[in-house]
């Protein structure tokens, strides 16, 4: 599945900036640190915008071209920002024959956003996952830390309520 980038404005401050220089400040020595430096940046700020990414392999001396590589190709790393309460869906093999699709359908629809993105007022995020291991509850999306299982698409409404 490809990676989507995030549509929203880049919201940087001043201060992540510092710490993400200070970072590379410690490792631009070491080009085979690129990946963690990028785990530290994603880190302080939540996601790798493409603001970032820049500054990273200006700092670092590689190519965007590379850093962009690597997080597109990493699953740890996301190019768009995670809402407050992130909802991921299981779209599993269980979970989708029991109807995870058209729950995931209905959350983007009511969200008014689709996969890997993020409501503009940052509230919500939503993901598709391909299993989290909770079969016996499918299907099963998670808010945070927060698991819902053996959901129906009218279930969709007052698991929003709780966050809203």
């Known amino acids: 599945m490809q990676k989507k980038i995030s549509k929203l404005p880049f919201r940087g401050t001043a201060e992540q900036e510092k710490k993400l220089r200070e970072v590379i400040d410690a490792n631009k020595h070491d080009k085979s640190l690129l990946m963690a430096v990028m785990q530290q940046a994603q880190d ?3 996601y790798l915008p493409m603001e970032v990414q820049t500054i990273i392999a200006e700092g670092m001396n590689v190519p965007l071209e ?10 740890q790393f996301s190019l768009s920002p ?3 309460y ?9 979970c989708y ?6 729950i995931f359908n209905r959350l983007s629809e009511k969200l008014g956003i689709g996969a890997d ?3 503009p007022d940052g509230r919500f995020s939503l993901t598709a996952c391909r299993c989290i291991g909770a ?3 499918a299907p099963v999306l998670t808010v945070n ?5 053996r959901l129906t698409v009218d279930d969709v409404d007052d698991i929003l309520a709780k966050y809203q």
Do not use: M, Q, R, W
């Open 135 to 137: 079969c016996g509850l």
């Open 86 to 94: 992130n909802i991921s869906v299981c779209l599993g093999t269980a």
């Open 66 to 75: 590379k850093v962009y590589g690597v997080a597109t190709f990493y699953a």
């Open 145 to 149: 830390d927060e698991v819902y299982g």
């Open 97 to 102: 024959v029991k109807g995870s699709g058209d």
């Open 82 to 84: 995670k809402g407050e």
């Open 117 to 119: 993105e993020c409501t």
């Open 44 to 46: 302080i700020y939540g």
